[in-house]
């Protein structure tokens, strides 16, 4: 075994009452020792002599039986980066002389870092989707914007002309300037919603609105749908129960949905653009979301292959938008498909485990 043992990727040292028997090449290399200062030893005082704190020492020489579990800790050392480890633990019911524990140490930091990184890039990527989904809604968002804030110049304007020259009578002034409030707080609502889509960082085990969900995409999507002619028809069930998730993945869930059923109806002819979306509940524990559009199909040859990333039939499209939305989904432990609406168009059906639903399922 101790031949086994030398030879092992992870570092290992075993031990016998306390006292180091055996060191491997990689614990040598691992802690920068040699095997002399380490065999015969006691454990637990090299294990401090590396900088281990006395608790994860403590775990580690713990001598709870059959234990195979793992301890996964960050060492400290002066002098040197933070180390990330994962330790497992062995023990050998040896014949006479007692039994014999081993720790095998595996360093995990570039693996963990490299997970923290692609956590990054991923939380970036969800980012950028964000962005491009608002793409050419942005511009017509924009304009919206612009609205309340013409009107307040107006307001103010027609306010100041009846102060001059003349005493206003007290009140007078009031519905202009609850005017001027209400148009205010209009635009920054749509400021105040657009930052914390585009910004917010999603946290995914909050309780998440859908009718809201709808609502917020709905604003961002209705000054782009004014420009181009789509009318649009929204059922939201009431009362509809929360799902698992959180309010920013789940308006860019819908939102991607939303921009492809856009997309799809730019070149329809005008009267046929018509976009639906309804949500209902689906049994006691599905939440439903349907987005029906009058564009023009999917791509039959595609089929399901619409849902891979990079996939896409536009000339300046980044094939990632259903990917995305689908993996999100998913996250939330639902699911999105496509199907072609009898006539023409397409439906997408988003469903969503509702909070609480599977015990309800189950009851
Ligand atoms: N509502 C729809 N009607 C018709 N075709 C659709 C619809 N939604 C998606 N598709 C098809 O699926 C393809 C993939 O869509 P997806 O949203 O993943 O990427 P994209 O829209 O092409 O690009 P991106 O979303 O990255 O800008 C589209 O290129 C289009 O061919
Ligand atoms: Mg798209």
Redesign the pocket.
């Known amino acids: 075994m101790d031949a086994v043992l030398a030879n092992f990727p992870e570092g290992v040292i075993s031990f016998r009452r306390g006292a180091i028997r055996t060191a491997n090449i990689a614990f040598c290399r691992l802690f920068g020792r040699t095997r002399s200062q380490l065999i015969g030893r006691s454990a637990e005082a090299v294990l401090s002599d590396l900088s281990f704190a006395p608790a994860d020492i403590a775990a580690m020489l713990s001598d709870t039986q059959g234990q195979a579990d793992d301890i996964d800790l960050v060492r400290m050392a002066a002098g040197r980066p933070p180390q990330d480890l994962r330790i497992r633990r062995f023990t050998i019911d040896g014949e006479g002389g007692g039994t014999l524990r081993a720790l095998a140490f595996i360093d995990e930091t570039s693996w963990r870092a490299t997970q923290r990184a692609t956590e990054v890039l991923v939380e970036e990527l969800l980012r950028a989707?964000r962005q491009?989904?608002l793409?050419e809604m942005a511009m017509a968002l924009a304009h919206e914007i612009n609205q309340p804030l013409g009107a307040i110049v107006n307001f103010a304007g027609a306010a100041r002309r009846s102060l001059t020259g003349r005493a206003v009578r007290a009140g007078e002034l009031d519905e202009v300037l609850i005017n001027i409030g209400s148009e205010a707080a209009r635009a920054g609502d749509v400021v105040k919603s657009l930052r914390s889509f585009l910004k917010g960082a999603p946290q995914p085990s909050t309780d998440a609105c859908v009718n809201a969900a709808v609502k917020v995409v709905l604003g961002f999507a209705e000054p782009a749908m004014r420009e181009q002619c789509i009318d649009f028809r929204l059922s939201l069930a009431p009362d509809l129960p929360t799902v698992r998730g959180d309010q920013i993945i789940l308006q860019q869930i819908i939102l991607?949905?939303v921009?492809?059923?856009i997309?799809?109806m730019g070149t329809q002819p005008l009267g046929h653009r018509h976009l639906d979306i309804r949500t209902t509940r689906e049994g006691r524990s599905k939440v439903r979301v349907d987005v029906r559009?009058t564009?023009?199909?999917?791509?039959a040859e595609?089929g399901e292959r619409?849902?891979e990333p990079f996939?896409?039939?536009?000339v300046?499209?980044?094939?990632?938008?259903?990917?995305i939305?689908r993996t999100l989904a998913q996250r939330l432990g639902g699911s999105i498909e496509?199907a072609p609406e009898c006539g023409e168009?397409?439906r997408?059906t988003i469903r969503l485990p509702c909070r609480g639903g599977d015990e309800v399922a189950d009851a």
Do not use: V, W
């Not at 996939?311 to 536009?314: D, E």
């Not at 300046?316 to 990917?323: A, W």
């Open positions: 989707d491009a989904a793409g991607n949905l921009t492809n059923a997309q799809a559009d564009g023009i199909g999917l791509p595609l619409i849902f996939i896409t039939t536009k300046n499209g980044s094939g990632l938008g259903l990917s939305a496509a168009g397409t997408f």
